[in-house]
T-cell receptor
Framework: GEDVEQSLFLSVREGDSSVINCTYT??????LYWYKQEPGAGLQLLTY?????DMKQDQRLTVLLNKKDKHLSLRIADTQTGDSAIYFC????????????FGKGTRLSVIA | DAGVIQSPRHEVTEMGQEVTLRCKPI?????LFWYRQTMMRGLELLIY????????DSGMPEDRFSAKMPNASFSTLKIQPSEPRDSAVYFC?????????????FGPGTRLTVT
């Protein structure tokens, strides 16, 4: 079945850029999402990218998609301590009754 | 909109007791999902509904787990009898659209501790 892989941990210094990477196997993926989970909270939809796009920018967030390599990344510019959280990558073919497939999440730690 | 509402937020119970978790999805959303999250296993999809009908319950760990969605605004996840290994955070999520592959909106979760 479909699979989404992420590295488990990332540590960066406050003010630096963070890059969280994700690879997926489903070539029919239509939408790819990034979710953020803060301690003690549910997953919050951060941003998404449609498969016919290479890049999407939203304030400090930049999503890059390499469809050929099935690689997705989330770049957070000027990382702040409030960005410390678990970040989940998810993909969907957006059809039928197949729900989102989530990765295991990357725990981002921001060092002051 | 109030978002997805879950209750209770915390539940502590003894092994063997029945536990019922509740979820109110976002109004107008057609799909509802139940997840379990633990440190060891990460985020696991247990079951999901589309238009109140269970579509896939292959993630439900055992017969001790059951889920219902009697109407578009309410769902329950029941564990009977509960066991210590059921301790986890249980999330409910809802999704717009007529199929399950749309973006999901998560509730705050119920932290279950079974002693």
């Amino acid at each position: 079945g479909e699979d989404v892989e992420q590295s488990l941990f990332l540590s960066v210094r406050e003010g630096d850029s963070s890059v969280i990477n994700c690879t997926y196997t489903d070539s029919s993926s239509t939408y790819l999402y990034w979710y953020k989970q803060e301690p003690g909270a549910g997953l919050q939809l951060l941003t998404y990218i449609f498969s016919n796009m290479d890049m999407k920018q939203d304030q400090r967030l930049t999503v890059l998609l390499n469809k050929k390599d099935k690689h997705l990344s989330l770049r957070i510019a000027d990382t702040q301590t409030g960005d410390s959280a678990i970040y989940f990558c998810a993909e969907t073919a957006y059809s039928g009754n197949t729900p989102l497939v989530f990765g295991k999440g990357t725990r981002l730690s921001v060092i002051a | 909109d109030a978002g997805v509402i879950q209750s209770p937020r915390h539940e502590v119970t003894e092994m063997g007791q029945e536990v019922t978790l509740r979820c109110k999805p976002i109004s107008g959303h057609n799909s509802l999902f139940w997840y379990r999250q633990t440190m060891m296993r990460g985020l696991e999809l247990l079951i999901y509904f589309n238009n109140n009908v269970p579509i896939d319950d292959s993630g439900m760990p055992e017969d001790r787990f059951s889920a219902k969605m009697p109407n578009a605004s309410f769902s329950t996840l029941k564990i009977q009898p509960s066991e210590p290994r059921d301790s986890a955070v249980y999330f409910c999520a809802s999704s717009p659209g007529s199929v399950a592959g749309y973006e999901q909106y998560f509730g705050p979760g119920t932290r279950l501790t079974v002693t």
